[in-house]
Nanobody, 123 residues
Framework: QVQLVESGGGLVQVGGSLRLSCVSSARAFSAYTMAWFRQAPGKEREFVAGISWSEPTYYDDSVKGRFTISRDNTKKMVDLQMNSLKFEDTAVYYC?????????????????WGQGTQVTVSS
């Protein structure tokens, strides 16, 4: 069973930065498209950023220019660097994985999920 383990969440002030990391136990990590989703209280889980094995990256418009997704296939890790954080970025952030090279925006396309890490942006 492939596991995804996130780390790096926490409390940060508006305008600050955080870096989330996700480590995978998958043998063939490079065969997976990786993504970050987030879920705020009372809201649906939404796509934040995705990166395929060949490393094209995709972002939701709400984070474009502020967040950067990257992956290290040797370390089996995917990171999300979050800069210029806003109140509305407050959510539980989830790492997700799907076999294949296509980045999908829909959460149902991802079979593997981490446990989530809380990001809280305050004044």
């Amino acid at each position: 069973q492939v596991q995804l383990v996130e780390s790096g969440g926490g409390l940060v002030q508006v305008g600050g930065s955080l870096r989330l990391s996700c480590v995978s136990s998958a043998r063939a990590f490079s065969a997976y498209t990786m993504a970050w989703f987030r879920q705020a209280p009372g809201k649906e889980r939404e796509f934040v950023a995705g990166i395929s094995w060949s490393e094209p990256t995709y972002y939701d418009d709400s984070v474009k220019g502020r967040f950067t997704i990257s992956r290290d296939n040797t370390k089996k890790m995917v990171d999300l660097q979050m800069n210029s954080l806003k109140f509305e970025d407050t959510a539980v952030y989830y790492c997700a994985a799907r076999l294949g090279s296509a980045v999908h925006w829909g959460k149902d396309e991802y079979a593997l999920w981490g446990q989530g890490t809380q990001v809280t942006v305050s004044s």
